[in-house]
């Protein structure tokens, strides 16, 4: 039993289903039929799973397993116009010749919008599949007795209530919940006795808005050439290849930013974007159109949620997956392919254990921390780094001055410095570095392995080094400036 039709659970219910299970999905809201993506596009709110109309980038891990273990559904989503996106090509505006390696054809994104994958990924359950899919069912709590071996709660099916108001109890072998970040697990474990679900939360430091565009009839696709996206310390910003000819572009800012925040604004979104070096020619008015308004989304969270406690599970015959279980800041694109990476934990764990409960909750806790917590703790580290760079911005003072008047160093200065004046250039001289940095934001490396490298710091400490010697590169303009662009935007 799956709850929740967003991405989690749409792995979760074909993963499952390909490892021999029956699967049913329950999905709260009531998702209109739709004959293609782009009327899915229009048609379904999502109010269940609001990111899922942002931009979505989908990394190489989640390309390259959907492409080996699901090679129909690969088919099908290159037909509805997903499409590869090769280091080759993300390479060929930076680099002249690059030097490319067997290797890098591993790192391969996949662009599409989330819409579309949705889409696709549904229709291709209810189509190729035993899984059964049941919207306008929300799963209002668990049922549960007692596991007299451990003393467990042991969870037999869930309890439901349907769109017409309709209650229902379904019997499961097992319940996976996939009901996103706002899960209610903590409340439905606390009513059938179990010990308190524990979380780490720690904000982000950003807040992102979404804003979807469609290249002009007649009008051929700018090239994809160089950095799809950029840093300027108080503004992150990219833009997202999707399908059907439609791109967006992100930006993304700290929301104690005040200025900032006025990118909510679609008269200030697009005179941002014209401003960027990057987005500059896909927002001319000449080559393409805003289609959408400006969606935001506020409150960004890293959580994780504690499952097993104690070398223990809460309860058996349940398990969190996707965001219920853990979820990052967006800007790393790590959600739908950590989704992906657990729905297959899941089915192996739970071939291997079939009548073993407590055997299979430790399988997949092992399997968690093993492939998706390194990155979450890396994601963590990033973003305390990043809003000490912003509040650093925000008082106005140099975040690279590293020197201070004792002669001392200022440690996190320093690393900012390494990072702006080294790893940020060297991603764009250094086809070893770019490599190296492009494997382990697609998931396909362990980020401890990065800067471990002997080899790689002082490549990028080299770079560091004759920092003196270059113009510094320009993403985009200073923050006084784009506080003025703003301002006269501002209607
Ligand atoms: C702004 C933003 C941008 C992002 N960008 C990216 C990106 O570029 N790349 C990437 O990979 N990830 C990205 N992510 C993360 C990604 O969107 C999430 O990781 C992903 O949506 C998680 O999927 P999920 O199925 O766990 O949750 P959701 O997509 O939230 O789906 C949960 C589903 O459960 C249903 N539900 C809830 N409660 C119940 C209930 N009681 N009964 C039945 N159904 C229920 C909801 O209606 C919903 O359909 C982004 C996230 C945000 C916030």
């Known amino acids: 039993m799956v709850v929740g039709g967003g991405v989690a659970g ?21 998702l209109p039929e739709c004959a293609s993506p782009v009327e899915a596009f229009e048609l379904w709110e ?11 980038a989908f990394l190489a891990r989640l390309h390259n397993g959907i492409k080996e273990l699901a090679p129909d559904l690969y088919a099908e989503l290159l037909e509805a116009g997903a499409q590869p996106l090769p280091f080759s090509d993300l390479v060929r505006g930076t680099f002249e010749n690059p030097e490319l390696i067997p290797e890098d054809d591993e790192i391969v994104l996949l662009a599409c919008r989330r819409i579309t994958l949705d889409w696709v990924l549904r229709r291709h359950i209810e189509k190729s599949t035993q899984a059964q899919c049941r919207n306008d069912i929300k799963v209002t709590g668990l049922i549960a007795d007692r596991d007299e071996a451990t003393g467990l709660p042991r969870v037999k099916g869930v309890r439901t209530q349907a769109g017409s108001g309709e209650v229902e109890e379904i019997q499961a072998d097992l ?4 009901s996103g970040r706002n899960t209610p697990l903590a409340t439905w474990l606390n009513e059938i006795g179990s010990a308190k679900l524990e979380k780490d939360s720690e904000g982000c430091g950003i807040f992102y808005c979404s804003r979807f565009y469609r290249i002009l009839d007649n009008v051929e696709t700018p090239s994809l050439e160089g950095p799809i996206g950029g840093d ?11 399908d059907s000819r439609i791109f967006s572009i992100t930006l993304a800012a700290s929301p104690d930013d005040a200025p900032l925040r006025k990118i909510r604004n679609p008269d200030i979104f697009q005179a941002v974007a014209q401003s960027l070096p990057t987005t500059c020619r896909w927002v001319d008015s000449a080559i393409a159109e805003p289609i959408t308004d400006v969606y935001t989304y506020a409150n960004l969270k890293n959580v994780r949620r504690h499952f097993i406690a104690d070398g223990q599970p809460l309860a058996l015959g349940l398990y969190p997956v996707g965001d219920a279980l853990l979820h990052q800041n967006p800007i790393s694109g790590r959600g739908c392919t950590s989704a992906w990476v657990t729905a297959w934990l899941l089915a192996d764990a739970y ?19 093993r492939e998706l917590v390194p990155w979450y703790a890396n994601q963590i580290e990033q973003d305390r780094a990043a809003r000490e760079r912003s509040e650093v911005d925000v008082r106005g003072e140099d975040p690279f001055a590293f020197q201070r008047e004792d002669g001392s160093v200022d440690p996190k200065a320093y690393m900012r410095s390494v ?14 570095v770019m490599r190296a940095v492009m494997r382990v934001f697609n998931m396909l490396e362990d980020p401890r392995d990065l800067m471990a490298a002997p080899d790689l710091l002082g490549r990028v400490l080299g770079v560091w080094g004759r920092r003196e ?13 784009m506080i003025e662009k703003i301002a006269s935007a501002s209607p």
């Open 232 to 242: 300027l310390g108080y503004l992150k910003y990219a833009i997202f290849m999707g």
């Open 469 to 481: 010697e270059r113009e510094p590169l320009r993403m985009g303009p200073d923050r006084g400036e």
């Open 46 to 56: 999502r109010r269940g799973s609001p990111q899922s109309r942002h931009s979505h």
């Open 175 to 178: 319940v996976v919940d996939a």
């Open 10 to 30: 749409l792995f979760a219910a074909l993963a499952l289903s390909r490892r021999g299970n029956r699967v049913t999905l329950l999905e709260a809201e009531a």
């Open 351 to 369: 071939a291997e254990n079939p009548d073993d409960p407590l055997a299979f909750a430790l399988a997949m806790d092992q399997g968690v921390n």
């Open 419 to 432: 990072l702006a004046h080294g790893l940020v250039p060297a991603l764009r001289e250094d086809i070893v």
